[in-house]
């Protein structure tokens, strides 16, 4: 079992350029999410999936899209990237129980925008 | 608007005492609350959860207890150890939710 597993782990861009995070869980979870944390900020989230085909926006997800096209893959993209993206992005699934069990996180990818 | 506050940005404790990370939430309707541990340049990692029908749970040295009325949790580490050293998120969610809110984190420094 890998877990969560997310790519890559640092990345550097320029201003208005796109790029996706990659982001996959082999333990058949049906929820997985994206969460940004940038320094005094905790955790926030960014774009969650109850399921295959289905996504649904979080706390802050101006500039980037989602798709969820497989149980085991849920990537993230930046369209046009701006310096307000830099952060450390993290990708996280559950199973759902009702509502939320536990998340498990990836080991996160570090964004620099300039 | 914060609805899960960590007011202490960090602590520091000596090994083999208790390490009490205290959490504050506003919203009367979270239902399930988690603690996460975070390394620097890594993922943050499950510790341990409680529902609001409990109001006390343990997992070896983490205990967690839940005062709903004051709409406060803690955290409890004893003994505490060097490697306990990371960053503690309190987290908290709605019944049937789809989102984790998640306080800004409690630094914690055990020392030898």
């Known amino acids: 079992n890998a877990g969560v597993t997310q790519t890559p782990k640092f990345q550097v861009l320029k201003t208005g350029q796109s790029m996706t995070l990659q982001c996959a869980q082999d333990?058949?979870?049906?929820?997985m999410s994206w969460y940004r944390q940038d320094p005094g900020m905790g955790l926030r989230l960014i774009h969650y999936?109850?399921?295959?085909?289905?996504?649904d926006q979080g706390e802050v997800p101006n500039g980037y899209n989602v798709s969820r096209s497989t149980t085991e893959d849920f990537p993230l993209r930046l369209l046009s990237a701006a310096p307000s993206q830099t952060s450390v992005y993290f990708c996280?699934?559950?199973?759902?129980?009702?509502?939320?069990?536990?998340?498990?996180f990836g080991p996160g990818t570090r964004l620099l925008v300039l | 608007d914060q609805q899960v506050k960590q007011n202490s940005p960090s602590l520091s404790v000596q090994e083999g005492r208790i390490s009490i990370l205290n959490c504050d939430y506003t919203n009367s309707m979270f239902d399930y609350f988690l603690w996460y541990k975070k390394y620097p340049a890594e993922g943050p990692t499950f510790l341990i959860s409680?529902?609001?029908?409990?109001d006390k749970n343990e997992d070896g040295r983490f205990t967690v207890f839940l005062n709903k009325s004051a709409k406060h949790l803690s955290l409890h580490i004893v003994p505490s150890q060097p490697g306990d050293s990371a960053v503690y998120f309190c987290?908290?969610?709605?019944?049937?939710?789809?989102?984790?809110?998640f306080g800004k984190g409690t630094s914690l420094l055990v020392t030898p």
């Open positions: 333990m058949n979870h049906e929820y």
């Open positions: 987290a908290a969610s709605e019944p049937s939710g789809y989102a984790l809110n």
């Open positions: 409680i529902s609001s029908i409990k």
């Open positions: 996280a699934s559950s199973y759902m129980r009702g509502g939320l069990t536990a998340q498990y």
């Open positions: 999936s109850v399921g295959a085909g289905i996504t």
